[in-house]
């Protein structure tokens, strides 16, 4: 990332890594969720791949209990196994989970809420980056499966444990959805509804910003409600700017000349996990709800997704899309 980026009234920038936002900060007695999906066909973010690794190592650092959602628990072992090696008295946890499937994620949510642990973080990172059109194993398009439906999913079933564990720890929760700046850019209509798997119309870059749209919507229509019941737990949503991983793998010939340049001005690993980190954890961000966070500060959201008639809609064609 350019090093002359300009830090903003957080006192953090762009160029900030993870460790840097959350330096001094004690999180010992916190438990956290982090999603991930690990690869497969597409471009995935995740924890064993990419922010999401990096997200579950600086939260373990900063002595939070991490449970990782891993969809190849195979995986997710050897990634609890890389962070404790290197944080000896870190507290990590993989459990799998596939937030394409809703039958996962239930699964998922019924052994967490059973094994009787807290929940004071919920980190919705998982994502899928502009695969060919697919649907889900519930015959959803996969991308609003993946990145919106199960996270939705997800919250709503831990939204119980997270609002116990605040008023006995009185402690604030937090749930962060990881979003992108794509979501600017979604289909014209913003959120298809009644076109969600239209296979001849799709675009798999509208169709991403579809997703990441939802993903602002669902933290901003969650906020509000979780305001109205007067629960001490926040929702935030985060643009962690674009990262250099396997990100550009798909894209031929021009995968070389992008990964090199990329990395003269794109974020690596460390700076793309720590808008998240900053937002779940940083003492400064107590209360605050239903923003929009890039580059460790406060940003600006499009229209759409400042649209809380839009966000109820797409709330309740969510809840009839899990119900079904």
């Given amino acids: 990332m350019w090093p002359f980026s300009r ?21 010992a007695g916190l438990t956290a969720i982090v999603t991930e999906i690990t690869p497969c066909d597409g471009i995935l973010t995740g924890a064993s791949s990419g922010i999401g690794l990096e997200t579950a190592r600086v939260l373990a650092l900063r002595g939070v209990h991490v449970v990782m959602g891993i969809r190849n628990k195979y995986a997710g072992e050897k990634v609890k196994e890389t962070i404790v ?10 459990m799998e989970l596939d937030l394409s499937s809703l039958a996962s994620v239930q699964k998922f949510a019924s052994e967490f809420t059973s094994s009787g642990r807290p929940l004071n973080l919920l980190i919705n990172n998982a994502g899928v980056l502009m695969p060919p059109f697919e649907l889900s194993k519930d015959n959803i398009e996969l991308q609003f499966a993946t990145n919106h439906l199960g996270h939705f ?31 600017w850019y979604p289909y014209k209509e913003g959120i298809r509804f009644d076109r969600l798997n239209d296979r001849e119309g799709y675009g798999k ?12 919507l669902h933290a901003n229509e969650l906020a509000r409600r979780l305001k109205e019941d007067g629960a001490d737990v926040t929702a935030n949503s985060v643009h962690p ?7 550009f793998r798909h894209l031929g010939i021009f995968e070389g000349l992008l990964t090199t340049f990329g990395r003269l001005a794109l974020k690596n690993v460390q700076q793309g996990a720590s808008t998240t980190c900053y937002v779940a ?17 406060l940003a600006k959201a499009s229209a759409k997704a400042a649209d809380k008639d839009l966000a109820k809609k ?8 899990i119900n079904k």
């Fill in 241 to 247: 700017g674009v990262i250099v991983t396997n990100i």
């Fill in 281 to 297: 954890l940083h003492p400064k961000l107590e209360g605050i709800s239903g923003e929009y966070f890039a580059d460790n500060n």
């Fill in 205 to 216: 870059f509208a169709a991403y910003g579809q997703s990441k749209l939802a993903n602002v």
């Fill in 7 to 27: 830090k903003g009234a957080s006192g953090f920038s762009s160029s900030s890594t993870a460790e840097e936002v959350t330096d001094g900060i004690d999180a």
């Fill in 314 to 321: 797409l709330w309740d064609f969510s809840l009839d899309l």
């Fill in 85 to 94: 090696n290197e944080i000896p008295a870190a507290k990590v946890d993989a």
């Fill in 153 to 183: 999913l997800l919250a709503n079933l831990l939204l119980d444990t997270m609002k116990k564990t605040a008023r006995e720890t009185r402690r604030e929760g937090r749930i962060v959805n990881v979003t992108s700046e794509a979501h």
